[in-house]
């Protein structure tokens, strides 16, 4: 919780913390080291990239594109796959089979393969990564609510708002969503991470967000040809991403763990 | 689905193929739409595409004038070696700790453990390429940064699995060369599916050492050793290698990662090159074989958990 909240400060107050403009560089002062390594200032406390730009304040506003695409992609993909798994799961039959053979269909494809094919056709760009990212994504959270579905809706209480003429888009909503919210809170907080390598991974690869508009996957790319010279354009990210990814891990545990005291025994 | 990402793909093949300011005229690009096949209806062009992949014809490259079928065996070797040495790899590493983890619960090997697989699973696999890329290659310059073999070895492709070549031409020098350039790769590759293996061991020993007929065989008297390599890991381990085979599909999407952060040669290194290059009859076979391998890897899977645990019946 203390790395995720500290990274969102970050992002969200990044114009106030970020010592200089994240895409304005200096050719005079491109490759310069971190402050405490022989060669370095206190101008550029994390060094400076191969443009001259301030390595501290594209790593800061950096984050800000994880956060974006993290939370969008995760709150799009719980939105669609809350809503399939739970017509899946209540209706049953015919509806079912379809859905579910459409989910077997996509889970053929490793996520990463899917994304980078999709990249292909749509371009560069966050518009096309949170569409690529999500054509897949919500496939996780459809089965563990349809499985959470198939065992609610047998409830007595379910029995009884049928008897009392409740609707089914009633029993869904009132009934049903509450029911499964907390399977769909476990899997977006465990999934948001997933994401935020794979947007790492595809900007790495060229295919993310653009420059000049800083991402910690372009940057670790942009270092790739400097490796042996400028260990800082590659480390620093880098770092980032793990941080962020072990507090989403680390948040979503927990959240499991306390929704599922079964799961944690388990664990332990 | 292949067919359809790469049929609602914004802009002409051809001209793509003819490329940005040439010079062709219409009549020729309609006379290679036609060859093409691109002038006939989308249901006649689905039903080709999918005839000709049970002829094993993926079409041609775009870019490098080539059968999609051939560039894409061409590549294969190298990738399916770096991927089932990344999972050996794991496999030695991830399995001896989770067994510790389990039997020496809440210990500093078992928080040691707990922390690498959260760190292992946290890790972007680029970055740590290049971090041991640093490390291994140019500080300590033990290991070499890529290709699949150093030149002047002599060592003829036979299968093009170099490991296998060189132990069939009984060429060690090249066998000690081929595994140099496999480690750092291997090891990268291999990262999620350590920390995901360590955990997966760890929690179904820890199931397996609570049950009834483990309590028995300690109070029958047996070995320490005995009990827990006997009779508790090998129940234990069924959960382990399902999971191990299920990644296999997992593992082929992070190739794509790795050799491109090594210059590997294999064919996520070749995807990449075509999705750069908009050769889409390239990126659609390479698709279609990642699908096809994952699907199969998951019925393998399924298949080893009903062995393994005869009380599963499909």
């Known amino acids: 919780m203390i790395l995720v909240t ?112 999709i990249m292909a056709v749509l371009g560069p760009g966050i518009k096309n990564i949170i569409l690529a990212l999500v054509y897949k994504g919500w496939v996780t959270s459809c089965r563990v609510v349809r499985g959470d579905v198939l065992v609610v809706r ?45 947007e790492a991974s595809l900007s790495f690869l060229g295919l993310g967000v653009q420059p000049p508009t800083p991402t910690w996957g372009g940057m670790v790319a942009n270092g790739r040809d400097y490796i042996f010279r400028a260990w800082w354009i590659t480390t620093f990210p880098g770092i980032c991403i793990l941080l962020l990814v072990m507090g989403f891990n680390l948040m979503g545990q927990g959240l499991r763990d306390t929704f599922d005291p079964k799961l944690s025994r388990q664990g332990r | 689905m292949v067919f359809l990402i790469m049929y609602l793909t914004p802009g002409d093949p051809v001209e793509i193929m003819m490329g940005e300011g040439s010079v062709v005229s219409a009549e020729e690009i309609e006379r290679l739409r036609h060859e093409l096949g691109l002038d006939r209806p989308m249901v006649e062009q689905y039903l080709s595409f999918v005839g000709g992949i049970f002829r094993g014809n993926f079409g041609r490259s775009i870019i490098q004038r080539a059968s999609v079928m051939k560039l894409i065996g061409s590549r294969l070797p190298a990738t399916f070696e770096l991927t089932i040495l990344s999972i050996v790899i794991s496999v030695m590493i991830a399995i001896p700790i989770g067994v510790l983890s389990a039997v020496k619960k809440y210990s500093l090997l078992d928080n ?62 090249a066998l000690a060369d081929v595994i140099r350039h496999l480690l750092l790769p291997a090891i990268t590759l291999g990262c999620h599916m350590v920390a995901l293996t360590m955990r997966i061991t760890r929690s179904s020993m820890l199931e397996v050492l609570s049950q009834d007929y483990i309590r028995t065989a300690w109070s029958k008297g047996l070995g320490r050793k005995a009990v827990i390599l006997k009779h508790a890991l090998r129940n234990a381990l069924v959960p382990t290698v399902t999971v191990v085979t299920l990644n296999f599909g997992v ?57 393994l645990n005869p009380k599963v019946r499909f």
């Not at chain 1, 956060?67 to 739970?86: D, K, N, P, Y």
């Not at chain 2, 294999?266 to 889409?280: C, E, F, H, P």
């Not at chain 2, 990126?283 to 393998?300: E, I, R, S």
């Open chain 2, 112 to 173: 040691i453990g707990t922390v690498s697989a959260l760190v292992g699973v946290s890790m972007p696999t680029f970055w740590l390429g290049l971090l041991l890329i640093i490390v291994f290659s140019v500080k300590f310059k033990l290991l070499p940064v890529t290709g699949r073999i150093s030149y002047g070895h002599g060592l003829e492709p036979i299968t093009n699995f170099l490991l296998i070549d060189a132990v069939i031409t009984l060429n060690w020098a």
């Open chain 1, 154 to 198: 047998e409830e007595s209480y379910v029995e009884a708002a049928r008897a009392m003429g409740a609707s089914n888009w009633h029993i869904l909503i009132k009934s049903l969503l509450p029911n499964v919210m907390a399977s769909i809170i476990v899997v977006a907080s465990l999934s948001i991470g997933t994401v935020i390598l794979l």
């Open chain 1, 6 to 117: 500290s990274f969102l400060i970050m992002a969200i107050f990044a114009p106030f913390i970020a010592p200089h403009d994240p895409n304005k560089g200096n050719l005079l002062e491109r490759l310069k080291p971190p402050c405490w390594t022989k060669g370095g200032s206190t101008k550029h406390l994390l060094g400076t990239d191969t443009l001259g730009r301030d390595m501290l304040s594209r790593t800061i506003f950096g984050s800000r594109i994880s956060f974006l695409i993290g939370f969008v992609v995760v709150a799009v993909t719980s939105s669609i796959g809350a809503v399939v798994g739970l017509v899946s799961g209540y209706f049953g039959g015919k509806i079912d089979a379809v859905i579910q053979r459409f989910v077997d269909m996509l889970l053929a494809f490793p996520q990463l393969i899917l994304a980078l094919a």
């Open chain 2, 251 to 307: 593992l082929l999407g992070g190739n794509m990662i790795v050799e491109s952060v090594f210059g590997w040669p294999g064919l996520g290194r070749l995807v990449i090159n075509a999705i750069y290059t908009r050769d889409y009859p390239l990126v659609q076979g390479a698709v279609l074989v990642y699908a096809f391998t994952y699907v199969v890897m998951n019925f393998v899977a399924d298949l080893l958990y009903t062995v």
